[in-house]
């Protein structure tokens, strides 16, 4: 069984990531992930090349000290029932999936790669798409328990698991000031810092320039609100702050406001139409592996495409109506999985 102090279980390491300056102009001509592995590992950098290299954070496409980027990430099950608000840093995330569950709500896979907070939470349990939404990731995923058939499922993975049910060295506790079960925070910091002989994640998305639609060939539409239904319980909204360059949530018609009293905000917003397997009966399992449509909304701009991944561990290409990348603007990322049952919509 993997735990929480070393990689048991992985089925193998990733390379290291740490991307000089060339490799970083090429990669905005070309999606993540095209090199494949029948192409040979890239040549790993001297030390002293390392350290003269321009990097970027792999989940932001933000410029970064390669030293700096040269841990593993963590990606987390976030609570988003009403009592979980406010949840612990997640204006400090470079990912955030948000997934249908049972009774209509939704939950979070939060990801932290290019800034670590000393803590996050409120930490749940895990759910049967998780696996295929935290492996291309690699590193660290966190959760509070679930399923039994769930958990299994998350520990056949690569990743290192780090649960609270199993944990007896301390890097969970339950926040005083929190009803339970909505009150078990990770010190994520030392979960990191545990396992930091674990590679860097590698890239998800193709980043662009700060307004990457704005190429006639895409169509993209103004847009100053993002009106998305899960469900008749959970239907979030992202409003465009032009003056702050970022998108601004609600949940159910209200600010969406972290613990630090800031309002939940984004870079980008990218809006996923997915199936639902109800195979496990009332736990509603988001099919990941296969296609949709997609929406890419970045600088109060909408492109329609569509997105694709093939297997779990790989990551989720979005490809516009011309055929040509969907691009990101560096910063961080929301991803809503909309099921097709709900709705989304783009207001000019």
């Given at each position: 069984?993997?735990?929480?102090?070393?990689?048991?279980?992985?089925?193998?390491?990733?390379?290291?990531?740490?991307?000089?300056?060339?490799l970083l102009l090429a990669g905005c001509q070309s999606?993540?992930?095209?090199?494949?592995?029948?192409?040979?590992?890239?040549?790993?950098?001297?030390?002293?090349?390392?350290?003269?290299?321009?990097?970027?954070?792999?989940?932001?496409?933000?410029?970064?000290?390669?030293?700096?980027?040269?841990?593993?990430?963590?990606?987390?099950?976030?609570d988003n029932h009403e009592a979980a608000r406010p949840q612990i840093a997640l204006n400090r995330t470079d990912l955030v999936f948000e997934e249908l569950v049972e009774g209509g709500i939704t939950r979070y896979v939060a990801i932290w790669h290019?800034?670590?907070?000393?803590?996050?939470?409120?930490?749940?349990?895990?759910?049967?798409?998780?696996?295929?939404?935290?492996?291309?990731?690699?590193?660290?995923?966190?959760?509070?328990?679930?399923?039994?058939?769930?958990?299994?499922?998350?520990?056949?993975?690569?990743?290192?698991?780090v649960v609270f049910d199993y944990d007896d060295t301390g890097l969970f506790f339950r926040g005083?000031?929190?009803?339970?079960?909505?009150?078990?925070?990770?010190?994520?910091?030392?979960?990191?810092s545990r396992n930091s002989?674990?590679?860097?994640?590698?890239?998800?998305?193709?980043?662009?320039?700060?307004?990457?639609?704005?190429?006639?060939?895409?169509?993209?539409?103004?847009?100053?609100?993002?009106?998305?239904?899960?469900s008749d319980a959970r239907f979030p909204a992202w409003e465009w702050d032009a003056a702050a360059s970022v998108w601004?949530?609600?949940?159910?018609?209200?600010?969406?406001?972290e613990s630090s009293a800031e309002r939940v905000r984004a870079t980008n917003?990218?809006?996923?139409?997915?199936?639902?397997?109800?195979?496990?009966?009332?736990?509603?399992?988001t099919v990941m592996i296969g296609s949709g449509e997609a929406w890419v909304s970045v600088a109060g701009r909408t492109a329609h495409g569509t997105w694709a991944k093939d297997a779990a561990d790989t990551p989720i290409t979005l490809t516009a109506d011309d055929g040509?990348?969907?691009?990101?603007a560096p910063g961080n990322t929301w991803v809503e999985l909309v099921p097709g049952e709900g709705s989304a919509t783009f207001t000019p």
């Open positions: 069984m993997a735990t929480q102090s070393a990689p048991v279980g992985r089925r193998g390491a990733r390379p290291a990531l740490l991307v000089a300056a060339a999606v993540p992930g095209e090199q494949r592995p029948d192409q040979g590992e890239p040549a790993r950098p001297t030390a002293d090349a390392a350290a003269s290299a321009v990097s970027f954070a792999p989940l932001r496409g933000t410029p970064a000290d390669a030293a700096a980027m040269a841990h593993p990430s963590l990606a987390a099950k976030i290019s800034d670590i907070p000393d803590e996050i939470g409120p930490v749940r349990s895990i759910r049967p798409m998780d696996p295929d939404i935290a492996s291309p990731f690699g590193g660290i995923i966190a959760y509070s328990g679930g399923q039994e058939q769930f958990v299994e499922m998350m520990m056949a993975t690569p990743l290192v698991n005083d000031e929190r009803p339970g079960p909505h009150d078990v925070i990770l010190r994520s910091a030392e979960a990191v002989s674990l590679a860097p994640p590698p890239p998800q998305f193709a980043y662009g320039s700060a307004d990457p639609l704005a190429e006639p060939a895409l169509v993209a539409t103004p847009t100053s609100r993002i009106d998305l239904v899960f601004l949530r609600s949940q159910e018609g209200a600010p969406d406001l917003v990218v809006t996923l139409r997915v199936g639902i397997d109800w195979s496990y009966g009332e736990v509603p399992k040509s990348p969907l691009r990101l």
